[in-house]
């Protein structure tokens, strides 16, 4: 079978192309799909800069999606013809593309990774072990009888601080540039409604957001509480309640990624209905 890359300038020509082959494994790809529905609304959702897109073709068939929203890493759909990331790299190296790091499953990843430092001569480090689990049921009693509401304007100065917090906790390896870039992000979606609060006694002990979509899916992600805080079940309840909202909404499933290292968030997920899927990776380069 003779591979080639192909990439696009047109979100909407790129969406229609990769959008069969995506949903066969909606699940899987469904950090993709969201991307590229929020790319569909606005093109410069992540970034002035233009989004690299791009796909591995085979037999007049889409093998391996990929794309990259400067200045963030590349980003590889599932797909078992694993040959299709050797093609991918020859490609970008071939139009001088120079990229911070790649993000996917981790069989793919790891190849991606290997070979991309070979032919650039730099080295990798991994910097995140996460699985993705979904969620299509939730499990009553991890909903308690704290309140839960939609942020609203007025709750803006906490939401922003934790969403800070927890940048620096959870994504140590981030510009200052990435994490400006995504706490501006967080301020238009506490505006468009997306955020979630659960309170202790009038106090705000907890937070979700509503995030990407996918097809018949939803993510959940941004979630926090702060260390003082902690075990005392408020991330369950509000995870919980968040998930169960969304399925009333009409989502077939809720999607969510966990930091493997971390087997507290892992334990309250499944806690409360989530089932692992696939593990992902994220690995950054950098020179020798």
Request: glycine content about 6%; hydrophobic content about 35%.
């Amino acid at each position: 079978m003779s591979l080639e890359t192909r990439f696009y300038e047109n979100i909407n020509e790129f969406y229609d192309i990769v959008f069969p082959f995506l949903l066969k494994k909606e699940v899987e790809n469904g950090l993709l799909l969201s991307i590229l529905n929020s790319l569909k609304q606005n093109n410069e959702r992540y970034g002035e800069e233009h989004p690299v897109l791009c796909t591995v073709n085979g037999d007049n068939e889409v093998k391996l999606v990929s794309l990259r929203t400067p200045p963030y890493n590349q980003l590889l759909s599932y797909t078992d013809k694993l040959e299709t990331i050797d093609i991918l790299i020859n490609a970008l190296i071939e139009r001088n593309n120079n990229i911070p790091g790649v993000l996917g499953f981790k069989e793919g990843v790891e190849r991606f990774s290997k070979l991309w430092c070979e032919k650039k001569g730099i080295e990798s480090k991994i910097i995140m072990n996460e699985r993705l689990y979904t969620l299509k049921k939730v499990a009553e009693e991890t909903l308690g009888d704290n309140k839960f509401i939609k942020a609203t304007d007025s709750h803006e100065d906490i939401v922003l601080q934790w969403g800070r917090e927890f940048m620096l906790e959870a994504l140590p390896d981030r510009t200052l540039e990435m994490v400006e870039r995504s706490l501006e992000q967080l301020r238009k979606d506490l505006h468009g409604g997306s955020m979630f609060l659960l309170f202790d006694n009038k106090l705000p002990v907890s937070m979700a957001r509503r995030a990407g979509k996918s097809v018949n899916g939803i993510a959940v992600n941004q979630v926090y509480t702060p260390p003082s805080l902690r075990r005392k079940g408020y991330a369950t309840e509000c995870v919980a309640k968040l998930s169960k909202l969304l399925l009333e909404e009409g989502n077939k499933f809720c999607f969510l990624f966990t930091d493997l290292s971390n087997p507290t968030s892992n334990s309250i997920y499944q806690k409360i209905g989530y089932r692992p899927i696939i593990d992902i990776d994220e690995y950054h380069f950098v020179q020798k």
